[in-house]
Nanobody
Framework: QVQLVESGGGLVQAGGSLRLSCAASGRTFSAYAMAWFRQAPGKECTCVAVISWSGYITNYADSVKGRFTISRDNAKNTVYLQMNSLEPEDTAVYYC???????????????WGQGTQVTVSS
C-alpha cells in the first residue's frame, strides 16, 4: 500500500503560481512512476504531468507544457507540481497518483491521493 497526501492548493489570480506537493508513505516510493491529474466540475479526469521513478523522464499534457513542471525528491518521498502562468481554465481538483507504469492513462495508476483544490480567478 502507498498513501498519498496532496497539499498546496488554493486560490490564485490568473498569471500567478502555485506549487503542489504530494507526500507518500508506505511501500517504496522510488519504485513508482508518479503523475498529477486534474478534474474540473462536469469534466473527465485528465493527466497533466507524469514522471518516471528516477525523475529523469517527464511528460506533459499540451495544455500545460511550458507552464507546469513536475519533479520528485525520492529522499523525501515527495512529488511536486510547480504551476506558473496559471489560467482560469486550470481550475480543478488536482490529484497525485502512483503506478508501476509511466502513462497518461488513469486506469494504470494503483494509488491516489484525496485531491487538492486549485482555483484560478480571472
Amino acid at each position: 500500500q502507498v498513501q498519498l497526501v496532496e497539499s498546496g492548493g488554493g486560490l490564485v489570480q490568473a498569471g500567478g503560481s502555485l506549487r503542489l506537493s504530494c507526500a507518500a508513505s508506505g511501500r517504496t516510493f522510488s519504485a513508482y512512476a508518479m503523475a498529477w491529474f486534474r478534474q474540473a466540475p462536469g469534466k473527465e479526469c485528465t493527466c497533466v504531468a507524469v514522471i518516471s521513478w528516477s525523475g529523469y523522464i517527464t511528460n506533459y499534457a499540451d495544455s500545460v507544457k511550458g507552464r507546469f513542471t513536475i519533479s520528485r525528491d525520492n529522499a523525501k518521498n515527495t512529488v511536486y507540481l510547480q504551476m506558473n502562468s496559471l489560467e482560469p481554465e486550470d481550475t480543478a481538483v488536482y490529484y497525485c497518483a502512483a503506478g508501476t507504469t509511466k502513462t497518461f492513462e488513469p486506469k494504470m495508476y494503483d494509488y491516489w491521493g484525496q485531491g487538492t483544490q486549485v482555483t484560478v480567478s480571472s
